[in-house]
């Protein structure tokens, strides 16, 4: 008989990567046609969500894999291998949307997803667990769980459930304009305004502003940043990006604005400054 702690778990590092790859046609197919569809708009910059997921999982193996799984999908993905860590992570920057497992070390993971519920009442909890029983899941989704999937799962069924969730939350895809200090964005229209004056942006510089802006003060790293620009599936060079953000960097001074607003985060990638610097 297999105990609970032992309960089999198939995400192994093979499982994982078999599973992107089964996941990856389907996904890249999605892409396309949301691309087609949504090319030129405001949502097309949102294409790649670049939502925060914060993964709540002590188990090294697993964690350092479905981070590794939800980057490469676009996500930002945050690691926590205990409650304590979760819930001052989900306090310093809230996610979006949790992925949380039950059987961690320091906190009851149902007295967790209740804090984890206060902490972030707008946040998606979906739990990721070896618990299979309908007690379990009643009581989970009773302490304020989104949704529940039990280990082992298969990595297309995770993603399309993250996509699902995420889909139906308001959220940077829905908006319409971006407006951080003087300067303001029409995702619309797709033009860019420093007060009065309108910057003269090629499309990419557009979008990139938009990603920068759209999560201004916060880190964006190099891959986050292709992914959500140029494409999903980047996995080459990015010394495209740097001649983009030097090129944005010099229209923005030529209407007055630093350099320094588009920061170079050494080792990570760039961060738009919610205050001009200085
Ligand atoms: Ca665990």
Same mark, same amino acid.
């Given at each position: 008989?297999?105990?609970?702690?032992?309960?089999? *778990?198939?995400?192994?590092?093979?499982?994982?990567?078999?599973?992107?790859? =089964?996941?990856?046609?389907?996904?890249?197919?999605?892409?396309?046609?949301?691309?087609?569809?949504?090319?030129? +708009?405001?949502?097309?910059?949102?294409?790649?969500?670049?939502?925060?997921?914060?993964?709540?999982?002590?188990?090294?193996?697993?964690?350092?894999?479905?981070?590794?799984?939800? +980057?490469?999908?676009?996500?930002?993905?945050?690691?926590?291998?205990?409650?304590?860590?979760? *819930? =001052?992570?989900?306090?310093?920057?809230?996610?979006? !949307?949790?992925?949380?497992?039950?059987?961690? #070390?320091?906190?009851?993971?149902?007295?967790?997803?209740?804090?984890?519920?206060?902490?972030? #009442?707008?946040?998606?909890? &979906?739990? *990721?667990?070896?618990?299979? =029983?309908?007690?379990?899941?009643?009581?989970? *989704?009773?302490?304020?769980?989104?949704?529940?999937?039990?280990?082992?799962?298969?990595?297309?069924?995770?993603?399309?459930?993250?996509?699902?969730?995420?889909?139906?939350? #308001?959220?940077?895809?829905?908006?319409?304009?971006?407006?951080?200090?003087?300067?303001?964005?029409? !995702?619309?229209?797709?033009?860019?305004?420093?007060?009065?004056?309108?910057?003269? %942006?090629?499309?990419?510089?557009?979008?990139?502003?938009?990603?920068?802006?759209?999560?201004?003060?916060?880190? %964006?790293?190099?891959?986050?940043?292709?992914?959500? &620009?140029?494409?999903?599936?980047?996995?080459?060079?990015?010394?495209?990006?740097? &001649?983009?953000?030097?090129? %944005?960097?010099?229209?923005?001074?030529?209407?007055?604005?630093?350099?320094?607003?588009?920061?170079?985060?050494?080792?990570?990638?760039?961060?738009?400054?919610?205050?001009?610097?200085?």
């Amino acid at each position: 008989m297999v105990s609970r702690a032992a309960a089999p *778990l198939s995400i192994s590092r093979i499982s994982i990567c078999e599973a992107l790859t =089964s996941d990856w046609h389907a996904y890249a197919r999605s892409v396309r046609c949301r691309r087609a569809v949504a090319d030129k +708009t405001a949502s097309s910059i949102w294409s790649v969500n670049g939502s925060l997921i914060l993964l709540v999982e002590d188990d090294e193996d697993i964690g350092s894999e479905l981070i590794q799984a939800l +980057t490469s999908h676009g996500y930002r993905a945050r690691l926590a291998s205990g409650g304590t860590e979760a *819930l =001052s992570a989900a306090t310093a920057e809230p996610p979006d !949307l949790v992925l949380l497992d039950l059987g961690l #070390p320091d906190i009851d993971g149902v007295v967790l997803c209740r804090r984890l519920r206060a902490a972030v #009442p707008d946040g998606i909890i &979906v739990v *990721l667990t070896a618990r299979t =029983s309908e007690f379990d899941v009643v009581v989970a *989704l009773d302490a304020g769980a989104d949704d529940y999937l039990t280990k082992p799962f298969r990595l297309t069924e995770l993603m399309a459930r993250l996509r699902a969730h995420l889909r139906r939350r #308001p959220g940077p895809q829905e908006r319409t304009c971006i407006e951080v200090g003087r300067l303001r964005l029409d !995702l619309l229209a797709r033009r860019a305004y420093l007060g009065p004056e309108e910057l003269a %942006l090629r499309p990419k510089e557009f979008d990139l502003l938009a990603v920068l802006t759209g999560s201004a003060g916060k880190v %964006l790293t190099r891959n986050e940043l292709m992914a959500g &620009v140029w494409d999903e599936t980047w996995f080459g060079s990015t010394k495209t990006l740097d &001649v983009h953000v030097s090129s %944005l960097r010099r229209k923005l001074m030529l209407h007055g604005e630093p350099a320094e607003r588009i920061s170079t985060v050494r080792g990570r990638g760039y961060r738009f400054e919610a205050e001009p610097a200085g």
